[in-house]
């Protein structure tokens, strides 16, 4: 799981524009020849005259700016390094050097921001992997990592050929080890029951006292006792693999590790996989290694179970990831997300101009011209004691629940739920087929993932009103994030996308009903990742990239690096 990403100090198209601006003030400057003081350089980084640069929004924007904005910005970005640094150039006056002297010790900031976008833009021009930005992520060399350099993962320097595709290490489960690793002193095993009430609040309280935090720890991932119901008991789920370490004497849980079964394509290759989650170990006790022995251990699991390969997900980046996906984020309540340090206002605009470019017309769900998106419709809404039961054709239903033994409408609704669990099965894995490394549902792992529950996973499907059939269908799931000494707020209440397909509506118009919904339901911001076919909507819907990166991992398998857009896998 990725550290919590966040758009602040910037927003796509405003980044844009300011890199625009700077290569047009810089080449008229003559910023490449040296010419200029080191006040006005600071001024064509900064974009605004003043004011601090957005680190994570300036590196990102750089990411994608065109070549030549690139190479000007690059001049420019190594004249303020060096300037930051106090190096004068032999043609610069004496005042600018003053500047540059001031600039350093005013501006520190500034200084490691300058470094950062110049790093990202010498990493573009070698046509390396994008450097993920999350909480201790660094390109470390393999003897920084002891514990990954003997383990079946590919190596940092490892070139891995386009026909590879295949597992490292064949073991036999009768060569896995019987018993599991010996923990230090005070500390001992155990295999948690989480359909134990008790249970299930100790997770939750290690999780949210100690798991995932973004750099300025100034937001912390909160998953409900519901969700993790949800994420850890999908079909084949074993309480096997649910592994928490206690002290000894107290009886307090201090760590926890999951795994849950999952049948994963890996570019043709489908193999039974499981998908590691929720590493977390007490802030306490992470001096001794405790993580380490965790890994071994739930793989140890895994072994005597027969798998051998494993699939999951980190903000840092460690040997090797098979690819890099970056979080983009759509505001819903901007100046909720302004308040609590998640969203800043750019630079030369105001809070209204954002209320005004992240407002979400609710008409978009009328949809009452040419576009099936008016079927809004719910899969199922199975114990609860009210639901929406199928529109019929041609007629958008009213949104009113009603009794779900209301007996007129009982048959039909519930056929209509087995006709959209189908359909999203069916239409799903065709969709994911044309993707390098995808799941393979079944149609009990689409009912589990898929069928509504507030507060978790919210799905919808689009009906073609002249045939009937479900054409499409979008989904994003739940996951709030606790806001860090805030006096006026204390969550964050995020949508994240999940499993989408587009076969008859626009990318815009299905995911634009995604995020009318979240606002319907109280979210704050929508989340997407940049897998899949994501970038058809996301720069036309106003999401910004965010300074948080996901990098996935493949454990005993090796197979070519792949693009976002070649990756189907969403994990929680």
């Not at 193999?271 to 929720?278: A, D, G, L, S």
């Not at 901007?334 to 954002?354: C, E, H, N, W, Y």
Request: aromatic share 10%; with cysteine; hydrophobic share 35%.
């Amino acid at each position: 799981m990725a550290t919590p990403s966040s758009t602040k100090n910037h927003t796509a198209d405003a980044t844009a524009q300011d890199l625009k601006k700077m290569t047009v003030k810089e080449k008229s400057a003559g910023a490449a020849g040296g010419n200029g003081n080191a006040s006005e350089r600071s001024k064509d980084v900064n974009g605004d005259g003043a004011g601090s640069v957005p680190s994570s929004a300036s590196s990102a924007a750089v990411s994608d700016a065109s070549p030549s904005t690139s190479s000007g910005l690059s001049n420019v970005l190594e004249s303020v390094a060096s300037t930051s640094a106090g190096s004068a150039s032999a043609g610069a006056d004496v005042r600018g050097a003053s500047t540059s002297t001031s600039l350093t010790s005013q501006y520190p900031e500034l200084t490691r921001s300058v470094q950062e976008i110049k790093e990202r833009l010498d990493q573009n021009k070698g046509g390396g992997r994008r450097a993920p930005r999350a909480a201790g992520a660094a390109a470390e060399s393999m003897d920084q990592h002891q514990f990954w350099s003997t383990q079946p993962v590919p190596r940092f320097d490892e070139k891995v050929p386009a026909t590879t595709n295949d597992a490292i290490e064949t073991k036999s489960v009768e060569e896995i080890r019987a018993e599991p690793r010996q923990l230090p002193a005070g500390f001992f095993w155990d295999t948690l029951d989480i359909n134990h009430r008790g249970t299930l609040e100790e997770i939750y309280n290690l999780l949210h006292d100690n798991y995932v935090e973004d750099d300025d720890s100034m937001f912390r991932f909160r998953y409900s006792h519901e969700f993790l119901l949800w994420a850890l008991r999908p079909p084949g789920w074993t309480n096997f693999w649910h592994v928490g370490v206690r002290v000894a004497g107290s009886n307090k849980l201090v760590s926890f590790i999951s795994a849950v079964p999952s049948q994963i394509r890996v570019r043709g290759k489908s193999m039974k996989m499981t998908e590691v989650n929720f590493l977390c170990v007490l802030k306490k006790l992470r001096s001794k290694r405790m993580a380490v022995v965790l890994i071994q251990e739930i793989t140890r699991r895994c072994n005597v179970r027969g798998i051998f390969q494993a699939a999951f997900t980190a903000g840092k980046l460690l040997p090797t990831p098979v690819g890099t996906c970056r979080y983009w984020h759509r505001s819903i309540h901007p100046a909720k997300l302004v308040d609590v340090g998640f969203s800043s206002i750019p630079p030369k605009s105001t809070l209204q101009r954002m209320k005004k470019l992240y407002k979400v017309d609710e008409v978009c769900l009328e949809f009452d011209r040419h576009l099936a998106l008016d079927y809004q419709l719910k899969f199922a809404c199975l114990g609860r004691e009210t639901s929406r039961f199928p529109p019929s054709r041609g007629k958008r239903r009213p949104s009113h629940p009603r009794p779900v033994d209301y007996c007129e409408n009982r048959c039909c609704y519930f056929s209509f739920i087995i006709a959209s669990l189908l359909t999203v099965c069916f239409v799903g894995l065709q969709y994911l087929k044309q993707f390098e490394m995808a799941p393979e549902f079944e149609l009990e792992e689409v009912a589990h993932y898929f069928m509504p529950q507030d507060k978790i996973i919210y799905a919808y499907v689009v009906e073609d009103p002249a045939t009937g059939k479900l054409t499409d269908f979008t989904s994003f799931y739940s996951l709030p994030s606790t806001v860090v000494d805030n006096p006026k707020y204390d969550s964050i209440y995020a949508a994240y996308s999940f499993y989408n397909v587009a076969t008859k509506t626009s990318w815009r118009d299905l995911i634009m009903a995604s995020i009318v919904m979240a606002k319907k339901e109280g979210f704050d911001v929508f989340n997407a990742l940049d897998l899949m076919e994501n970038t058809k909507f996301l720069k036309d819907l106003a999401f910004g990239i965010g300074d948080g990166s996901l990098n996935y991992y493949l454990f005993n398998w090796k197979c070519p690096e792949m693009q976002p857009g070649q990756i189907g896998l969403v994990l929680m």
